[in-house]
């Protein structure tokens, strides 16, 4: 069953890293975007919330590449962080951003 590894809001959509465990070691990747902009829903006939499933990808660093089509995502406002992974996303946003991105990731939690 797919989870939430995290979940980053933005305005007029979000962004979500799932995860799906193949084993305990292993996790098959997809990442997820949504958008509820005017723009967006004009352009698909009037619906306004559109879910684009972007792609998978079976390692992290695959996954983390795959959320850097949004250069500026350690920006956005974090609304769901898996446990398991929060060391490993704070590594990232501190990568992407430095000491002040990671500083506003941790008054969210």
């Known amino acids: ?14 962004i979500t890293l799932m995860g799906r465990r193949l084993d305990e070691n292993v996790w098959l990747y997809s990442l997820l975007s949504s958008d509820c902009s005017e723009d967006r829903a004009l352009s698909v006939e009037r619906n306004f919330y559109v879910s684009t499933k972007e792609s998978e990808s079976s390692s992290w660093a695959d996954a983390i590449k795959l959320l850097d089509h949004y ?7 974090p609304i769901e962080i898996h446990h ?11 990568k992407r951003g430095g000491s002040d991105a990671l500083k506003s990731w941790f008054e969210y939690q």
């Open 84 to 94: 398991d992974f929060k060391s490993a996303i704070f590594d990232e946003v501190e």
């Open 71 to 77: 250069p500026c995502w350690y920006l956005l406002f």
């Open 1 to 14: 069953m797919p989870e939430i590894i995290f979940k980053l809001g933005a305005e007029g959509g979000s």
